[in-house]
């Protein structure tokens, strides 16, 4: 029995006492779907709920009367060996060896979509991130959001979504005529503008736009030409390192396109005459106090030039032309202001703000030998993607970076990361996958097949622990969704490999010496299968290699 089953099954039983009048409860308050949970003692059951503490008010009876009535319907299910009413009115739910244990099968026959729901089924996302300025390689908190964002779609995905992977190309404004600068500076010989930028990635851009146009120096605005091919160049030099780390996207939006084609004026014109709009000052003002910012933002400038959030608001309302339902923004540390202002400018557009979330990224620390790794000998100031990927290599890069809450500071340790040991996070799990992989060739070897399955022959305690966190995977992979927290699932899957090492230790899957192959063999290695499925699931949700051999 798996945990969605034992849900559906107190869902059912909820049901069925409220239409025999045993529950006198509103059919509102009646829950679609009741959340089991693993207890933190095995001492306390396989699963627990609080639902009879949740329904308590609506009946108006005391949660351990709805705790006896559903315990009394629960133990007549199948599969279901006891259940303990604890506390003010907690369900601590005991499943038979045999119903745990079918759970082994089930996942092994479920394969690739064990993990996987239709909860999102109809909701069409456009999920935008990374979207680094293209004036240089892609930094560390852009990496982080490369890691994160990709697992999260990945995720979504698993459960149903309609997803839509979005860069945007900031290319209109100041800092594309600061790298058009540097660039044009470096194709002269000159220093850097002192508000420019170094490294020597600007040098082998710049010699590189040389090359293919030797007379560019002598152009009538070579300034203008560095930009328009610098930027090119630029973009495919972020392109294939987000390809090599395993980032591809489905549309690059260009800022300036918005620009370009009247986007942006058009639908200033139509906020003017909203009403949303107001002039002060020779500037024109959106009112978004009045829609739960901290203060009201410059749209058009004094000088007539359209703001940065100008851009956003147009940009917004071309994602929603496009058809998406849900616009989900990641941003780096130094954006905490843009969640207020575009919730306001799509209410000032009359559209709904939920349909705008933002995601804040934190900071990115390397360290190595205790110390912080800043430098960079290509992009000069700060430590890049490739920098983090030439030492550690993508699977660990994108796994550690996955694996922290995308809201908190980390440190990278590069010493831990580089070592085949335990210590290492995406070691310990790779490791585990490689090692149900190795179990899986001796069995063959040795003759195990999975011609049988006695689901009452996993009754050892590791048995019992391996197959409740296999059972939690689904239900930590909607999680992961719901909360837009992807390290959820990598916390998981390390718990899963320290339970199958636990496992592995304890029973094995081959007989000893001249010993007979019974069904307890053939049966463990269906669970042994299983771990190997739901690894590589969540490995795969991470975008991180499940290898066989290690």
Not at 385 to 406: I, N, Q
């Amino acid at each position: 029995m798996t945990p969605e089953e034992l849900s559906a099954a107190i869902t059912t039983c909820l049901h069925d006492a409220a239409a025999a009048g045993e529950l006198n409860v509103p059919a509102e308050a009646l829950p679609k779907e009741v959340r089991v949970e693993r207890p933190k003692s095995r001492e306390h059951g396989d699963w627990a709920t609080s639902i009879a503490l949740q329904l308590a008010k609506p009946a108006g009876v005391p949660p351990r009367t709805i705790a006896q009535l559903l315990s009394t319907r629960l133990e007549q299910i199948d599969g279901v060996a006891k259940v303990e009413i604890a506390g003010p009115g907690f369900l601590n739910i005991i499943l038979d060896a045999a119903a745990a244990g079918e759970l082994a099968k089930s996942i092994v026959e479920s394969g690739e979509a064990f993990g996987t729901n239709a909860a999102m089924a109809g909701t069409k996302i456009n999920l935008e991130f990374v979207s680094a300025n293209p004036t240089g390689p892609i930094h560390l908190g852009g990496t982080r959001w490369a890691a994160v964002g990709d697992s999260l779609a990945r995720i979504f995905l698993a459960q149903g979504a309609d997803v839509t992977r979005e860069y945007y190309f900031n290319d209109h404004g100041n800092q594309i005529d600061k790298f058009a600068r540097s660039l044009l500076a470096s194709a002269k010989g000159e220093p850097a503008p002192e508000d420019g930028y170094g490294g020597e990635y600007i040098v082998d851009i710049a010699q590189a736009v040389v090359n293919a146009h030797p007379d560019i120096l002598s152009a009538e605005d070579p300034q203008e030409e560095f930009r328009a091919h610098g930027v090119e160049l630029m973009f495919a030099s972020i392109r294939e390192s987000l390809h090599e780390f395993g980032v591809d996207f489905d549309v690059y939006f260009h800022e300036n396109s918005l620009f370009e084609d009247g986007a942006v004026e058009k639908l200033l014109e139509q906020l003017k005459g909203s009403g949303h709009m107001y002039l002060k000052d020779g500037a024109w003002w959106l009112n978004s106090t009045d829609f739960g910012d901290d203060k009201d933002r410059v749209v058009i400038k004094s000088d007539g030039n359209a703001a940065y959030i100008a851009g956003d608001i147009a940009y917004f309302k071309n994602k929603r032309d496009r058809g998406f339902d849900l616009c989900i923004y990641m941003l780096g540390a130094d954006h905490h202001g843009y969640v207020a202002r575009l919730k306001a400018a799509a209410a000032a557009m009359g559209d709904d703000a939920d349909r705008v979330e933002v995601l804040i990224g934190q900071m990115v620390n390397l360290v190595k030998d205790g110390t912080p790794v800043r430098m960079s000998k290509r992009a000069g100031t700060v430590v890049t993607m490739e920098d983090l990927v030439e030492v550690v290599g993508t699977d660990a890069a994108r796994y550690s970076l996955a694996r922290f809450s995308s809201d908190s500071n980390i440190d990278i340790d590069l010493d831990v990361l580089t070592k085949r040991s335990n210590e290492n996070p995406v070691f310990y799990v790779q490791y585990a996958h490689a090692r149900t992989c190795a179990v899986g060739r001796n069995a063959e070897a040795a003759g195990v097949d999975r011609s049988a399955f006695d689901a009452g022959a996993l009754s050892h305690a590791t048995e019992s622990e391996l197959l409740a966190v296999l059972g939690q995977f689904p239900g930590v992979v909607a999680q992961a969704a719901a909360y837009r927290e992807p390290h959820r699932v990598a916390r998981h899957l390390e718990v899963i490999a320290g339970a199958y090492h636990r496992w592995y230790d304890a029973c094995r899957v081959t007989p000893m010496g001249d010993e007979a192959i019974t069904d307890v063999n053939r049966t463990r290695l269906w669970l042994n299968d299983a771990t190997r499925q739901v690894l590589a699931n969540g490995l795969g949700l991470l975008g991180v290699s499940a290898p066989e051999r290690m």
